[in-house]
Nanobody
Framework: QVQLVESGGGLVQAGGSLRLSCAAS????????MGWFRQVPGKEREFVAS????????YYADSVKGRCTISRDNAKNTVYLQMNSLKPDDTAVYSC???????????????WGQGTQVTVSS
C-alpha cells in the first residue's frame, strides 16, 4: 500500500509559478506510475499530467501543456508538478495518484492523496 501526501499549494497571482510535491510512503514508489489531477467543486476530476515509473515518459493535458512539468525523484519517493504561467482557470484542488500505468483515466489509479489547494488570483 502507498500513502501519498501533497504539499506546495497556495495563493498565487496570475502569471506566477508553484511547485507541487507529492511524497509517498513505502519502498515500492518506484514501481508505480504517478499522476496529477485537479478538481473544482461541482466538476469532475480532471487529468493534469502523468509520469512513468522510470520518469522516461510523461503525458500532459492540453490545457497545461507547455506550462507544467511533471518529474519524479525515486530516491526521495517524491513526484513533482512545476506549474508556470498560472491562470485563474488553474484554480483547483490538486491531487496526486499512484497506479500501474501513467494513464489519464482516474479509474486506473489505485492510491490517492488528500490534495492541496491551488488558488490563482487575477
Amino acid at each position: 500500500q502507498v500513502q501519498l501526501v501533497e504539499s506546495g499549494g497556495g495563493l498565487v497571482q496570475a502569471g506566477g509559478s508553484l511547485r507541487l510535491s507529492c511524497a509517498a510512503s513505502g519502498r515500492t514508489f518506484k514501481t508505480y506510475a504517478m499522476g496529477w489531477f485537479r478538481q473544482v467543486p461541482g466538476k469532475e476530476r480532471e487529468f493534469v499530467a502523468s509520469i512513468s515509473q522510470s520518469g522516461a515518459s510523461t503525458y500532459y493535458a492540453d490545457s497545461v501543456k507547455g506550462r507544467c512539468t511533471i518529474s519524479r525523484d525515486n530516491a526521495k519517493n517524491t513526484v513533482y508538478l512545476q506549474m508556470n504561467s498560472l491562470k485563474p482557470d488553474d484554480t483547483a484542488v490538486y491531487s496526486c495518484a499512484a497506479g500501474v500505468f501513467p494513464q489519464t483515466n482516474t479509474e486506473r489509479y489505485d492510491y490517492w492523496g488528500q490534495g492541496t489547494q491551488v488558488t490563482v488570483s487575477s
